[in-house]
């Protein structure tokens, strides 16, 4: 599908590195709770106030637009996002009975974050993830539409949007099609991950 290739490819590398990177940090602060913890929530408080769309913008006109910068850019956003629904989550699991047993064996905090809590929060994590791709879809989508992500001469439905805005009062359909494609890409996205919501709720 035309446009399809570069936009899924940058969007599924960005949620899966701020998955990872999310998942890691949120198992962190939630363990160890404390300064750090305080800390590290104040500062994801701070970046989360203002709009990612600006975030991302002042990123890239600094570091420069490229597919790897856009990955990483959208990785990060995505980090503080995920980690702090992981952190919340492992609050919840460190209050368990399987925990205080965990540590009474002497499991060091390794053991018992990836060992013992991660299986129980990868299910939350599923569903985050599948979310988060959708977002990202649109995020680059944003960002290739203002000139800032996806590049020439690579396809992309963002890039076709903004070139082909002009003519929306004339040729409506070459801006609808590609705006209903990743409209439904998008959708698609956010129906699964309910569906895996129901799915691990039973």
């Known amino acids: 599908m035309i446009g399809s290739t570069d936009i899924l490819t940058v969007s599924l ?53 490229s597919n790897l910068s856009v990955i990483l850019v959208i990785a990060f956003t995505f980090t503080l996002l995920i980690a702090r629904t992981v952190r919340s989550a492992v609050k919840i699991e460190t209050t368990l009975d399987y925990i205080a047993a965990a540590r009474l064996r002497g499991d060091g905090a390794g053991s018992i974050m990836f ?38 001469p690579s396809p992309d439905w963002g890039l076709a949007i903004a070139e082909n805005y002009g003519l929306i009062g004339s040729y409506w359909w070459t801006v609808l099609f590609d705006a209903g494609a990743i409209a439904s890409l998008i959708i698609g996205f956010v129906l699964v991950a309910e569906a895996l919501q129901g799915l691990f709720d039973r």
Do not use: C, H, W
């Not at 701070?46 to 570091?63: D, H």
């Open 13 to 65: 590398a960005a949620t899966l590195l701020g998955t990872l990177a999310g998942t890691v940090l949120g198992l962190a602060l939630g363990y160890f709770g404390g300064v750090f913890d305080a800390l590290a929530s104040r500062v994801i408080e701070a970046l989360q106030a203002l709009p990612l769309i600006i975030i991302a913008l002042i990123a890239l006109a600094a570091v420069g637009t």
């Open 115 to 152: 060992v013992e809590i991660l299986p129980n929060v990868v299910p939350l994590i599923v569903v985050e993830m599948t979310v988060r791709l959708g977002f990202a879809i649109f995020f680059v989508a944003s960002l290739s539409f203002l000139g800032f992500g996806i590049q020439p």
